[in-house]
């Protein structure tokens, strides 16, 4: 929605892909909110096993099957953002 290119100018390849991956206003306040508050445990769990494979959707067969074949009938809220960065709110 927003960009800051000389910001992106001054980061490096590995900051601007994690950065644009949670954000949609690439600017220098965002940048330092997330530079504070959220790259410290993006880089802390960039070797995650879980959250590389299994998020991803890289589990085994066997455990999908089953994930597939249960019901869930709770009430459930969901919330979405309309500017999200992987899905939008009408999705």
Not at 45 to 52: G, S, V
Not at 69 to 80: E, M, Q, S, Y
Request: charged fraction near 30%; include cysteine; glycine fraction near 4%.
């Amino acid at each position: 929605m927003k960009k800051d290119n000389d910001l992106l100018n001054e980061l490096d390849k590995k900051q601007i892909e994690h950065f644009a991956s949670m954000n949609v206003r690439l600017t220098r306040d965002v940048w330092g909110i997330y530079q504070r508050d959220i790259y410290p445990a993006v880089l802390q769990n960039e070797d995650n096993h879980f959250l590389n494979h299994v998020l991803d959707g890289d589990i085994s067969l066997q455990f999908q099957h089953e994930i597939d074949h249960r019901v869930f009938d709770k009430p459930v809220l969901i919330l979405t953002g309309k500017q999200d960065t992987c899905v939008g709110y009408e999705d």
